[in-house]
């Protein structure tokens, strides 16, 4: 395959979309990417993880990410051009980016080590990592985690349980939080833990569209190889804080592109009895506010702005927007979702409209996040 | 402007728009060297001051300031610099049927008038439109109190002679529908910014069942919904002053309406009875929110017309780029 050209580093994101663009439109080998419809979790990212190696390969995934890692350097903001400039061109964005944008960030600053040894293999996709935060236990109470990791020698040992972690059953490796020391929110430490081990075991949870997109991790006295540490023992709360200001706000410039798109696609083909104006507008507008909100996120956050908890505003803005849109798009369709069994159709639309109803619960709960805008951008007291 | 030049504009911005009459407002505004600072960034200058207008819920004539600074630049007449715009009785910019040089009037102005203001409003004959102006004379005026009595809105009826003004009326009425809406956007922002702060301020005081009611989490959650809807309309209302776009000024008007709306239904409660007395301030906000939202398209009228573009077109445009 002739390399029609090779992604240069001091482009803006505009001059990157702009020739990121003529490629996908230039390129054959992207035609089996386009309109991609499948519902079921497992052959869409083996369909996907093509596209994704296909994108490292040319170098259009590198743009943005340093080059002592395999990145090719150039302005981050060009990651959320390649994004757009996909979605826009109809083809999805591969679950092994939606995982990379939230994960790689905090590896990059808290163990340069790993990023060193794995980031090239994540951003292929040879790699996929899930995140192990939840337990059984600890849902919106992150930090009363009872998962233990102890030392062995100079590794670790980890015991526990981990449940709702996003693509579980894809990944080959897990970014873990675990107690290391003290109950409370100090004695935490992050950890990557490798899947491919006697003391790990992943099961699928299946979602309420019939769909395998968690897993949880069972955990026996699994290996933790002693330089396998992100950030440093007892610092896993301020670590994962820093990861989630990436799951809250870069991760939420994705999903309004992909918010755009539905809502695009189901005006295109409207059913019999369309909802009000109105109640069209309101969804638009819901993932306007929610577009210009995550732009502005995305550029600091490129700036290495400490953001923190306004990125709470970038997760409640993500909630009203996915609800609204999809909702729309359900009344749009009708009674497409209700009816159709087509796999890229009814099916497809109802798998996307299910998970949905998960938005106001996924990344930290809406009360949690509305609990952090109280408390720490309005200022209002914990308590009396 | 960087956020010093910012504070300080701010800060001069506030004492032009409080102190001192609506009628000398133009020349107070001058003396702070306001041209000036419309030429550095116009952008900036123009949501800044109206944020503040909204904060300090001035009534200053500023909207018809910037409207006709903006009329007189589109169609070259500097004398319709202190010109004044015409509203039918919908707070939209009136049509008024013409006929043989004559205009039939009946039209609101959002600020008080004396007897010789030049005033100006599209006027219809058949299928032509024209933009014309005339004066108060030979007219009835009204003073009109309405939700908000602060604002001393008129009311004008009678017909009198209008005269042609040079220009292309469709396109002039749309720049200035579309300034007009960035412009209360960002006022209505302004305003809910300070309703909001100060509700926060009272749930952080005021004790109930020997806590501050501000740590409860309903309060907390009515309040952290407000605070992410009005930041959701106070984004798009910057994308506005940056893309210069009517589409997107149309956006931020609906979703600074709506935020206002939702911070204001927070606060009320936040407040309790105290809050719905006539003593306290918050329905002099209240009113003048609603009022704004009135103008130039209601919140609810504006996602509607969206909607209803978005279900023709079968298009999704994407506001902000990278």
Redesign the interface.
């Known amino acids: 395959m002739v390399q029609l050209v090779f992604p240069d580093n001091r482009w803006s ?2 001059e990157y ?1 702009r020739a990121f663009a003529t490629f996908l439109a230039s390129d054959t080998r992207i035609a089996r990417y386009r309109g991609y419809r499948n519902a079921v979790v497992e052959e869409a990212a083996e369909h996907l993880a093509g596209l994704q190696a296909l994108l490292f390969d040319e170098g259009w995934s590198r743009i943005g990410w340093p080059i002592e890692v395999g990145g090719l350097g150039g302005d981050p ?1 060009c990651r ?2 390649m994004f ?1 400039t996909l979605t826009l061109a109809d083809i999805p964005l591969p679950e092994g980016y939606l995982t990379l944008e939230i994960l790689a960030p905090v590896l990059l600053v808290h163990a340069p080590h790993l990023a060193d040894r794995y980031f090239a293999a994540l951003l292929r996709g040879d790699e996929v990592w899930c995140q192990g935060f939840s337990e059984p236990d600890a849902g919106s109470d992150l930090a009363s985690l009872t998962t233990r990791l102890v030392p062995d020698g100079d590794d670790w040992r980890v015991t526990g349980q981990k449940v709702w972690s996003s693509f579980g059953i894809l990944a080959n490796r897990s970014v873990l939080l675990a107690r290391s020391g003290e109950p409370g929110h100090r004695g935490l430490t992050m950890v990557l833990v490798d899947f491919d081990q006697p003391g790990v075991e992943v099961r699928p949870i299946r979602t309420e569209d019939g769909h395998n997109h968690l897993a949880e991790i069972f955990l026996d006295g699994a290996l933790v190889a002693g330089d396998h540490l992100i950030g440093p023992l007892g610092g896993g709360w301020a670590t994962a804080m820093y990861m989630l200001q990436w799951e809250r706000g870069a991760w939420g410039w994705q999903q309004q592109g992909k918010f ?2 539905r ?2 696609e189901a ?2 083909a ?1 059913g019999p009895h ?1 909802p ?7 969804a ?3 993932t ?6 995550t ?2 996120t ?1 550029h600091r956050l490129a700036r290495e702005e400490e953001i923190a908890a306004e990125t709470s ?1 970038d997760k ?2 993500l909630v ?1 927007a996915e609800v609204q849109v999809f909702d729309i798009a359900r009344r749009l369709l009708a009674p497409c979702l209700e009816t159709d069994d087509d796999p890229a159709a009814g099916e497809w639309w109802r798998s996307e409209f299910l998970y949905s109803r998960a938005a106001p619960i996924y990344g930290g709960s809406q ?1 949690i ?3 952090l ?3 720490r ?8 | 402007m960087d956020e010093q030049t910012l504070e300080l504009l701010r800060t001069s911005l506030e004492h032009v728009l409080t102190s001192g009459e609506a009628s000398s407002f133009a020349s107070r505004l001058d003396e702070l060297g306001w041209d000036e600072v419309v030429a550095n960034d116009d952008a900036a200058a123009v949501r800044t001051l109206f944020e503040v207008k909204g904060a300090s819920r001035s009534s200053a004539p500023a909207l018809d300031l910037v409207l006709a600074t903006r009329l007189a630049s589109l169609v070259g007449d500097d004398s319709l610099r202190t010109a004044v715009l015409a509203l039918g009785p919908d707070l939209l910019p009136a049509e008024l049927p013409a006929a043989n040089g004559d205009v039939v009037v009946d039209v609101l102005t959002l600020a008080p008038l004396d007897g010789s203001t030049r005033l100006y409003a599209i006027a219809r004959e058949g299928d032509e439109l024209r933009l014309t102006t005339f004066t108060t004379i030979g007219l009835e005026l009204h003073s009109i109190g309405g939700l908000d009595p602060s604002l001393g809105l008129m009311r004008l009826v009678g017909t009198t002679s209008a005269t042609s003004v040079a220009g292309d009326a469709a396109l002039v009425r749309e720049e200035l529908r579309a300034l007009a809406q960035r412009a209360l956007g960002a006022e209505l922002c302004g305003l809910a910014e300070v309703m909001l702060r100060d509700a926060v301020q009272y749930a952080g005081d005021r004790r109930q069942y020997g806590r501050a009611i501000g740590s409860f989490q309903a309060v907390q959650h009515r309040l952290a919904d407000a605070r992410a809807a009005l930041t959701g309309a106070q984004v798009v209302v910057g994308e506005a002053f940056a893309d210069g776009s009517p589409w997107t000024a149309t956006a931020a008007k609906s979703l600074a309406g709506r935020g206002f709306e939702e911070v204001s239904r927070q606060c009320q409660q936040a407040y309790g009875a105290i809050g719905f007395t006539f003593e306290h301030d918050f329905h002099r906000f209240l009113r003048r929110g609603y009022l704004l939202d009135a103008c130039f398209g209601d919140w609810r009228s504006l996602q509607e017309a969206i909607g209803r573009e978005l279900a023709t077109t079968r298009t999704v445009p994407r506001i902000g780029s990278l």
């Open positions: 994101p505009q979309a903001v959320a051009a757009e755009h798109r809502l695009e005006l295109a409207p369309p009000s104006a109105e109640a069209i507008g309101r638009y507008l819901a306007t506010a929610l577009r210009v909100r732009r502005n995305v505003i409640l803005l009203d009360e996040q509305r609990t805008v109280a408390q951008l309005l200022g209002l007291p914990r308590e009396g």
